[in-house]
């Protein structure tokens, strides 16, 4: 059975930062890539980065460049999404994504997560 677990989330203040893990489970995700997205209430999911299994290369979205950090490990198959600088407009559900199409796109993404509540105060 196929799994993407994340966990990490929580409460922080402006300003603060919060690691995000997702633990892959059930298959290989060799040739797969890993995405992180988040939703906040009412709005549609956001892409939010991305990384290729395989290649180690990285993609953010322009609202989280040079604050997030997408990485993984192949040895634990967990990814990684080390978040710095946060501020309340990036209060949402984060979730996890595995797919094989390099894409921003949350549709393409084939596996999910539960999701992960970040709360950001001000």
């Known amino acids: 059975q196929v799994q993407l677990v994340e966990s990490g989330g929580g409460l922080v203040q402006a300003g603060g930062s919060l690691r995000l893990s997702c633990a892959a489970s059930?298959?290989?995700?060799?040739?797969?890539?890993m995405a992180w997205f988040r939703q906040a209430p009412g709005t549609e999911r956001e892409f939010v980065a991305r990384i290729d299994w395989s290649s180690g290369s990285t993609y953010y979205a322009d609202s989280v460049e040079g604050r997030f950090t997408i990485s993984g490990d192949n040895v634990k198959e967990t990814v990684y999404l080390q978040m710095t600088k946060l501020n309340p407009e990036d209060t949402a559900v984060y979730y996890c994504a595995a797919g094989v199409a390099r894409s921003s796109n949350w549709l393409l993404y084939t596996y999910w997560g539960q999701g992960t509540q970040v709360t950001v105060s001000s």
């Open positions: 059930g298959r290989s995700f060799s040739n797969f890539y």
